[in-house]
């Protein structure tokens, strides 16, 4: 992942920051006690340098004293010499207390001297009251004076000393200070610069992840190929604006625009260039708004605008431009295409209030405007009946149709009557509606027959069909498919192509397909359903007619169309036992069909009485619930395996 280089680097300035934090703890603990101990040193090297000082200027005084006493004797020069040599033992005492052993040997020796000193410096006091001088001079020049100045030599030299050792300790105090200072500025300012590493790192990370989330956040309202909200961001916008209009606000208007012809182009141009398309429509459509309107793809080719503060009056003016700008010529590359629109305009709070309801109404008048090829139309609530509920069927099954996982095939087998085996497999389309749940094709098979959709759905049930064809064959399995072909398909100019193509695509023999249509569908225009019958056949495709009996049919045509079975309809087959004029029919078409070479298959065989009584007939093929339901192919090939029935396959 992308965020891995920032984690990496938001542990370093993790563990960076934690280390200066015990760097600088380390160095204020060493600091501290280093600074302390260089202080206590500093401050008893100057006390003892004060001690000696004082010593030194006892010492001193003393020489005054003793000058002061012999030029004037007295009492207070007398008191003066006393004095200064109490001062001398008290500073001496204080040596001795401050000081080394060093120290205390000087102090000893000067103790020793002084006591020689004062010795003499008693005679000589005598001598000079005495008014000896004579004598008061020898004495001081043989002893006192010698005596002085060792004392005064040694005190001041130890004094010296003393001064540039308490001089040396303050300078250690200076120094270790400064170290201590530099160090401790040093680390907080590694720290500091971590902290802002720190800081960055981590508004990149953050900030990643908020693009990281606001990227999420868009794919998720978005559209991919056009950029366009999405139906879910599109859903937001109008419950927001439906809130902000309230209940006596302005209103506003959605439209829902789909295009009449896409398909077409995907189908035959491809799916680059319908890509394309939706992308042109979605820049002109864009192009016609005003700021503040939303334009959103909601599905394939389906689109929806929301215009809020617009009246209907405003809708169906943007609708009209709308529709201008559409039917111009789009440039796909080389390729001019021209599509038609269809759009539904519904307007809130006069057709509803809640978003959902608001895009129901918007989808029904758009299919009615699809419906009616009208163009654009806005939402009339008569439209919300029978014909609403239709046209929202038409709407749904056309989204079924663009995706893969609504709409699938069941197969019914088809068994022989006179040796039990399987003759083929008819595929009947379920649809699973995501909210409704199983619709059954009775339902949705004729709405869709009144509009083109039922094209779009043959062609899906062709598809899968044929392939499952080719997966039973790839398995061993030869089954013939037939598929059900609704009356429009045969009018398709198209259906040959499409499926000499399909075959093709598969690699599928045409004798395993077999197409059913019914009498009604052939006699709703004979000459063109001939001709594409007759087409067919030469594929080498096999057909049937279905639902034999329920419509009026005319021998003369039975006879000229390339069909070689007859399905006689299960109303019949299922009461033949308990209403003769069932009985007679389905005798009559097993004969009929006979006569015509083709094979007869009875549907709606629910019992083995049936089953018997078909025999009887000569009837060829039975289909019907007594043998198997419709199921998925995945069951029928259990079935086919378990059933014993294709034992031998005939084609
Ligand atoms: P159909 O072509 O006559 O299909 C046979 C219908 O009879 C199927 O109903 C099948 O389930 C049902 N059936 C089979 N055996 C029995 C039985 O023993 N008793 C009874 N009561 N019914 C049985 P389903 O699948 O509901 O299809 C109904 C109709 O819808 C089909 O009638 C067909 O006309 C149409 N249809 C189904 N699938 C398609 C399709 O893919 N394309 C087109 N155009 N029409 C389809
Ligand atoms: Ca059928
Ligand atoms: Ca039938």
């Not at 008061?136 to 040694?154: C, H, K, M, Q, S």
């Not at 699973?432 to 062609?459: M, Q």
């Not at 299922?574 to 069932?582: G, R, S, T, Y």
């Not at 018997?612 to 395996?641: K, N, S, V």
Request: negative net charge; hydrophobic residues 45%; aromatic residues 4%.
């Amino acid at each position: 992942m992308a965020l891995r280089p920032s984690r990496v680097l938001r542990t370093g300035a993790v563990l960076g920051l934690a280390a200066v934090l015990l760097g600088l703890t380390g160095v204020s603990v060493v600091g501290t006690t280093r600074t302390r101990a260089s202080a206590n040193t500093a401050i008893a090297a100057t006390t003892l340098a004060e001690a000696y000082e004082l010593a030194d200027d006892a010492v001193a005084l003393e020489e005054v004293a003793e000058q002061r006493y012999r030029l004037e004797p007295g009492e207070q020069a007398l008191a003066l010499h006393r004095g200064a040599s109490g001062a001398l033992e008290v500073a001496l005492r204080d040596v001795e207390a401050r000081g080394t052993a060093a120290d205390r040997d000087v102090a000893a020796e000067v103790r020793e001297l002084q006591v020689i000193y004062l010795g003499a410096m008693d005679r000589l006091f005598a001598a000079v009251d005495r008014g000896d001088t004579a004598s008061a001079a020898d004495i001081d020049d043989e002893v006192v004076d010698p005596a002085a100045e060792r004392i005064g030599g040694l005190v001041h030299g130890a004094a010296t000393v003393s001064a540039q050792e308490a001089a040396e300790a303050m300078r250690d105090l200076h120094r270790i200070e400064g170290v201590v200072f530099t160090a401790t500025t040093a680390t907080f300012g590694v720290g500091l610069a971590l902290l802002v590493v720190f800081a960055f790192v981590a508004g990149g990370y953050q900030r990643r992840l908020l693009r990281h989330a606001a990227e999420h956040e868009y794919h998720a309202s978005h559209d991919g190929l056009t950029g366009l909200p999405n139906r879910t961001l599109f859903t937001e916008h109008t419950t927001d604006a439906l809130r902000e209009a309230g209940p006596d606000g302005r209103g506003l208007a959605v439209l829902l625009l789909d295009l009449d012809r896409f398909k077409e182009v995907n189908d035959t141009l491809g799916h680059q260039y319908g890509d394309e398309l939706l992308r042109q429509v979605a820049a002109r459509t864009t192009g016609a708004l005003r700021a503040g309107d939303v334009i959103a793809r909601l599905s394939g080719d389906e689109f929806a605008v929301l215009l809020p503060g617009a009246s209907a009056a405003d809708a169906a003016g943007l609708a009209a431009r709308l529709q201008s700008e559409l039917h111009r010529s789009f440039a796909l590359d080389d390729v001019a295409v021209d599509v038609e629109v269809s759009i539904g305009i519904a307007v809130a709070p006069e057709h509803a209030t809640d978003t959902d309801a608001l895009l129901r109404c918007a989808d029904i008048a758009m299919y009615t405007a699809k419906d009616s090829k009208t163009g654009a139309t806005l939402y009339r609530p008569n439209m919300h009946t029978e014909d609403g509920n239709r046209l929202l069927l038409l709407g749904d099954l056309r989204r079924a149709l663009d995706v893969t996982d609504q709409l699938t095939l069941h197969y019914q087998p088809k068994i022989r009557l006179d040796d039990g085996r399987l003759s083929g497999a008819e595929a009947l389309v379920r649809w699973s509606h995501p909210t409704r749940g199983p619709i059954p094709p009775a339902e949705f098979i004729p709405v869709a027959e009144t509009t083109g959709l039922i094209t779009r759905l043959t062609l899906y049930v062709l598809r899968l069909a044929v392939a499952q064809a080719r997966a039973w064959l790839d398995d061993g399995l030869v089954v013939p498919i037939a598929v059900n072909l609704s009356p429009r398909c045969l009018l398709d100019p198209d259906l040959v192509g499409h499926v000499t193509r399909l075959l093709h695509e598969h690699e599928l023999p045409a004798d395993l397909l077999r197409l059913e249509v019914t009498e009604t569908a052939v006699m709703a225009n004979p000459a063109l359903a001939t001709e594409t019958l007759t087409a067919l056949h030469r594929l080498g495709v096999r057909l049937s007619i279905d639902d034999y009996g329920t419509g009026y049919s005319s021998m003369a045509y039975l006879k000229s169309l390339p069909v070689d079975e007859l399905k006689v309809d299960r109303t019949f087959v299922m009461h033949m036992d308990d209403d003769p004029e069932d009985a007679v029919l389905v005798r009559g078409a097993i004969e009929l069909g006979h006569n015509l070479g083709m094979t007869v298959v009875a549907e709606g065989v629910e019992g083995a009485a049936h089953v018997t009584a078909l025999q009887e007939l000569g009837c060829d093929i039975a289909q019907g619930y007594h043998y198997a339901r419709p199921m998925p192919p995945e069951d029928l090939t259990t079935w086919f395996r378990t059933s014993g029935a294709t034992a031998v396959l005939s084609g």
